[in-house]
């Protein structure tokens, strides 16, 4: 998206399938899931890690396919995932000040230490397994697909490892894989990645009748985690998985109901939900909700009339706005001309997201993700 104005409504597509990374996302909010899966730009900048963890995933897909052999192949692999990533966010008004990477994303080169780590431990069974010239009693297959007999659902296991006791199912995850703050001597793998894992395995016995022996989710670290599973349990999870598909499908396709209507029936707004949303500028749920509970932690979002903007003795901008439905006015200093389109044109109708509040109330500042549109 090049422009700072907001498009009239959110493209709302059925979707053909729901596949196991999803699930989880649709539980949270529907309409967020759809629209990621309808792959609908986002709105608000996308967290600088996440664009160096689709370099990292890329760097895995390449080296499991046996394209990077060595610490060269490494660099060169790297170097390249991250210009592609960075010349992605340069293309783009809301995120071209996190480029470059290095600087952006926290931990950048520790982050580059374990991925090279990890493609290291990917390369050495490859040779292992070839100098024994096939006497190995595994066998490593990258990237497969599994479906239920209708397609409805499905999605790429990273990796399938057949050994004599079965087949293993493998995940890789670039991002955490614990759940923080946990205190028994087990570590808690976070529910999202178990529930994806237990419907991998579900589409794996759909596919072939019988059950994986294990499933498996390694860390960027190398780690290894193995999630239990019932097979009741996921049996009963992909069930539910295709029954939301059916709701979903069927509340898009129904035509005798407004936009708008669609848009309740599939939105779930919540501060924790929706503080992590790129989608919050065109969620109309999302504002009706902030109206209804005024009182609990919501992001930091204002949208109103622009009351007065200036341009301070350092270059920055303080604009202050009077926000729907409301008395007091708002002021948001420290604005950046260059990061926001909208500064260096007079509109009369903004809305801004994910500020910073300041000492006083209803004062805020500029923060690296703040970003503001056009609602004229
Ligand atoms: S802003 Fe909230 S309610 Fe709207 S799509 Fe995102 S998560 Fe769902």
Redesign the pocket.
């Known amino acids: 998206m090049t422009s700072c104005i907001l498009p009239a409504i959110l493209s709302i597509e059925p979707l053909k399938r729901i596949t196991p990374s999803q699930f989880s996302a649709f539980n ?2 529907k ?2 899931a759809i ?1 990621q899966s309808n792959r609908t730009d986002a709105l608000l900048p996308i967290h600088p890690s996440a664009h160096l963890g689709t370099a990292i995933h890329k760097i895995f897909e390449k080296s499991s396919g046996g394209g990077i052999t060595g610490d060269d192949d490494f660099k060169l692999a790297w170097a390249n995932y991250v210009q592609e990533e960075e010349a992605k966010m340069n293309l783009s008004w809301m995120e071209k000040h996190f480029v470059p990477l290095e600087r952006s994303v926290q931990n950048y080169e520790v982050k580059k230490q374990q991925c090279l780590l990890s493609v290291r431990n990917m390369i050495l069974p490859q040779l292992s397994h070839s100098e024994v010239k096939g006497e190995s009693h595994t066998r490593k297959s990258e990237e497969v697909w599994l479906q239920t007999p209708d397609g409805k659902a499905g999605g790429y296991a990273d990796a399938i490892i057949s050994t004599d006791f079965g087949d293993v199912i493998v995940d890789y995850k670039t991002g955490s894989i614990i759940e923080s703050g946990h205190d028994s001597s087990e570590p808690d793998v976070h529910e999202n990645i178990q529930l994806q894992l237990k419907l991998y395995a579900a589409l794996y016995n759909s596919m072939y009748a019988k059950w994986p022996v294990s499933l498996r989710v390694i860390g960027m670290d190398g780690e290894s985690y193995e999630i239990q599973f019932d097979e009741d349990e996921c049996s009963s999870l992909l069930g539910e998985a295709c029954q939301i598909l059916a709701e979903i499908n069927s509340i898009i396709m129904n035509n005798a109901e407004s936009y708008d209507m669609m848009l309740k029936r599939l ?4 501060p924790q ?2 503080r992590f ?1 790129s ?2 500028p065109g ?1 109309l ?2 504002w009706e909700q902030r109206e209804v509970e005024q009182e609990i932690d919501w992001p930091y979002d204002v949208k109103g009339i622009v009351v007065d903007k200036k341009r301070l003795g350092n270059g920055l901008i303080l604009i202050t706005i009077m926000p729907d439905g409301q008395s007091n006015v708002v002021k948001v200093r420290g604005l950046h001309p260059n990061r926001h389109p909208v500064l260096n044109n007079s509109y009369d109708k903004v809305s801004i997201y994910s500020m910073i509040a300041d000492n006083v109330s209803d004062n805020y500042k500029e923060g690296l993700f703040t970003t503001i549109y056009s609602m004229s």
């Open positions: 949270e909010c309409l967020k629209l939105a779930s707004p919540s939900i929706c949303c989608y919050r969620c749920p999302y």
